[in-house]
């Protein structure tokens, strides 16, 4: 039969029954596909339906290694009690495991093989916080059209990304995963991610599945604690942590993952408010919902669910349509349905969303579209792949300070000194959740520096120290070398395993000796440029004080010396802004820049404000910075109007220049306050930004379109929407110093 595949002969030659009633507030659906659905759910045995809801590891394996099965996978393959499998990756190893499935089986269903691809997959990419330092959605969306690419060719369907919490808390780990603390620029980021991943149809071979997560808050997680407790109010859920997953759903999101936390007592893994009322019947979402590893077990742990079967009954009846690794659907489901506690019905709309999705994929078409070693061979890690990945982490960088314009250096300077822990370190640069990144891919700062310079310029290299160790004896090769050196680049930072799941921090400090060791090289007086590569915001106040310049890297990726290179000799300008606030200290946390004014707001001249003793309220840097090798200048803030209806929209103006000497990139960014409301609103909310390029002396008028419903909130009776008042607009380069204006929206 050439192409088309046993199962779908199979499914073809299945008598036509009627469709099953949809749940109020889905939206219509292929009603071919649905009688395909509908056939075929009509000949399952419940073994088989609870076997279509459950996910397993394969065993864990080293980049490079062959992935094995556990025992009695393929057994379980083969009487259907399997629907997907995670962490099976490699052309020929999906295609074997497939063909179990397609061959072996009763119903011939294919499995979706899912693994975490991050930021990339072998061709790495910045951490996703580097990459929602672009400011660049559509540069996002190709950076994950890569990732679909080297993944589709691996035999790898599905992804476990983007992660799109808020996080306004640096301490939490998993800060490094996502786009910031904004929800503007966050919902941007998550669409632009979906796109890249699904592209504009699934069928395709070079698409995967996306899937939002952790559905929801799990960026809320108390004292930046992992897999903590999140405690909110429902307009803060609705305002702050949604509308990057609503923006996904938009978007097109093909399934979610629900989070380990609760909010407010209730876990999210059975939170059918969740899952079901916002998620489905709210926003019309028709994928399918997988929970997070081994958290349908886990409500046991967190007191909601007493035994196993009733954790199982509590995440299906809510909405988590797929179990990951806790096996209790497969345990349970039969046993539930038997007894009387569980409708079928329910059971069979979870399996139709599953199978909804293969469909999507292609999988009954070709269940080894995804299975070509050929593909696998020309693609994974294409000098295509590498050029786009060296763009973005460039332009994910972030100059944080540039004393009397150090940079960008000379290439032609007589002898340069590249000092610190990461300096010719090619693991760490990679980041966390690194798929199947290699140190060997990667290009290091100091070799990156090395190929940049030309045939004179000495280039000097010491350690110094570890990232994270008190040793000193690499102190004084470091100084010797400072001696020698006309200027000093130190990269120092953070290991890639301090950032992540399961890696938060309770202090944000330079790990190890690091400050020790930049403090004895600053001690010989000469120049330096300080290199930071980590996963989150750092409390660097020492530095901004000291140090004449400081570019913040994040974890950069393979490309990470050729793009830190770029920007340092001045190839390309630093256009890089911060999607996330910098505290001073660890006692400022959480800071974010969206917080309310309260009734006395910070004074830090007077003290019955709200403030600290010991340290400025302000940041050190706030969200949305970042400096350039030129400068720019701000006009005055043009409305259309002064006043508009609700219904309508409002041009906002301002003319921005190049007052420097270098071209260089700005990204504008459009604020608003609502002064007054049923509900006390935020000093500002980003509601629109747009990156232009200016030649030296040249200026451009940019303007943004404002209309009421970017102004709508949750309002007092927990309605969207937008309230008649006066509102403040501000433009600028960053969320503190802006061009402001003002006004008035009036009701109809």
């Known amino acids: ?46 073994e088989e339906k609870a076997g279509q809801l459950t996910q397993y590891t394969a065993r864990w394996t080293a980049p490079g290694e062959r992935v094995r099965l556990i025992p009695d996978q393929e057994a379980l393959i083969r009487k259907g009690k399997v629907g997907s499998l995670l962490n099976a990756y490699g052309a020929d190893v999906t295609r074997r495991i497939q063909e179990i499935a397609v061959k072996e089986s009763r119903l011939k269903i294919p499995l979706v093989f899912g693994y975490d691809v991050i930021h990339g997959l072998r061709t790495v990419f910045p951490i996703p916080l580097g990459e929602a330092s672009t400011w660049e959605p559509g540069l996002i969306e190709k950076a994950a059209r890569v990732a679909a690419t080297e993944a589709s060719a691996m035999g790898i ?51 995967i599945l996306s899937c939002p997560k ?58 059918r408010q969740l899952l079901t009322d916002i998620l489905r019947k709210e926003w019309g979402f028709d994928g399918f919902v997988v929970s997070d590893w081994g958290s349908i077990g886990e409500l046991r742990a967190h007191g909601f669910a007493s ?62 579209r995804y299975c070509s070693v050929v593909r696998e061979r020309s693609l994974i890690l294409h000098p295509d792949h590498r050029a786009l990945a060296r763009d973005v982490a460039r332009r994910s960088m972030v100059l944080l300070k540039n004393e009397k314009n150090l940079l960008p250096l000379n290439k032609q300077a007589g002898t340069l000194a590249v000092i610190g822990p990461l300096a010719a370190d090619s693991i760490n640069p990679l980041g966390t959740w690194d798929a199947l990144g290699r140190p060997a891919d990667v290009v290091t700062v100091l070799e990156g520096i090395r190929k940049a310079v030309s045939p004179q310029t000495t280039v000097l290299y010491a350690k110094g120290c570890a990232i994270d160790s008190s040793a000193t004896d690499g102190f004084g ?53 300080v290199i930071l590569m980590n996963g989150r915001p750092l409390t660097i106040p020492w530095l901004d004080q000291q140090i004449p310049a400081i570019l913040e890297a994040w974890m950069p990726g393979v490309e990470a010396g050729g793009a830190v290179a770029d920007v340092i000799f001045g190839d390309y300008a630093p256009s890089g802004r911060l999607p996330v606030t910098f505290p001073r200290r660890v006692g400022q946390v959480p800071i974010y820049y969206n917080h309310k004014s309260t009734g006395r707001p910070a004074d830090d001249t007077v003290k019955y404000t709200s403030r600290y003793l010991d340290v400025p309220s302000s940041p050190l840097y706030p969200f949305g910075y970042g400096l350039s090798y030129t400068r720019f200048a701000y006009g005055r803030l043009t409305l259309s109007a002064a006043r508009i209806r609700e219904g309508e929209s409002l041009r906002v103006g301002i003319e921005v220049r190049n007052t420097g000497e270098r071209p260089g990139e700005e990204t504008v960014q459009l604020y608003v306050q609502d002064e007054f409301g049923s509900v006390t609103r935020p000093v500002k909310e980003l509601k629109g930004f747009c990156k232009i390029a200016l030649a030296p002396g040249e200026k451009k008028n940019i303007e943004f379109m404002l209309s009421t419903a970017d102004l709508a909130f949750t309002t007092l009776d927990m309605k969207h929407r937008v309230e008649p008042g006066t509102f403040k607009v501000f433009a600028g380069g960053n969320s503190r110093d802006l061009a402001a204006s003002s006004f008035e929206v009036v009701a109809r």
């Open 307 to 368: 035994s196993g079967a009733e954790a199982a009954l509590l995440a299906l009846s809510a909405g988590t349509d797929m179990d990951m690794e806790s096996n209790l659907y497969g345990e349970q489901v039969e046993v539930l349905v038997r007894s009387g506690k569980l409708a079928e019905s329910v059971v069979d709309e979870s399996v139709r969303r599953i199978l909804r999705a293969k469909i999507r994929l292609g999988l009954f078409d070709d269940p080894y």
């Open 214 to 271: 952790h559905f929801a808050a799990y960026g809320g997680a108390e004292g930046g604690r992992d897999y903590n407790a999140v405690d909110i109010s429902e307009r803060t859920l609705r305002d702050v942590y949604l509308p990057p997953f609503e923006a996904a759903v938009k978007a097109g999101a093909a399934t979610i993952m629900c989070s380990f936390n609760e909010i407010a007592g209730v876990p999210s893994t059975g939170n």
């Open 477 to 529: 090769e470091a100084i010797a070398a400072a001696r020698r050196a006309d200027v000093v680049v130190m990269v120092l930072g953070e290991a890639s395993s301090m950032s992540g799941e399961a890696s938060c921090r309770s202090v944000l400090d330079l790990p190890g000796n690091q400050e020790a060791l930049l403090k004895a090289i600053h001690a010989v007086g000469k120049p330096i440029v």
């Open 157 to 207: 369907q599905w992804t476990f990304a983007p992660m799109v919490d808020i996080a306004r808390d640096p301490r939490w780990g998993r800060i490094a995963e996502g786009s910031g603390e904004d929800p503007y620029l966050g919902a941007a980021m998550a669409a632009a991610h979906v796109r890249g991943f699904q592209g504009d149809d699934l069928s395709q071979p070079n698409t």
């Open 1 to 46: 039969m050439n192409r088309i595949s046993v199962a779908l002969a199979f499914l073809l030659a299945l008598p036509i029954v009627q469709s099953s009633s949809r749940p109020p507030g889905t939206p219509p659906l292929n009603s071919a596909v649905e009688r395909r659905l509908d056939s075929l759910l009509a000949l399952m045995t419940l």
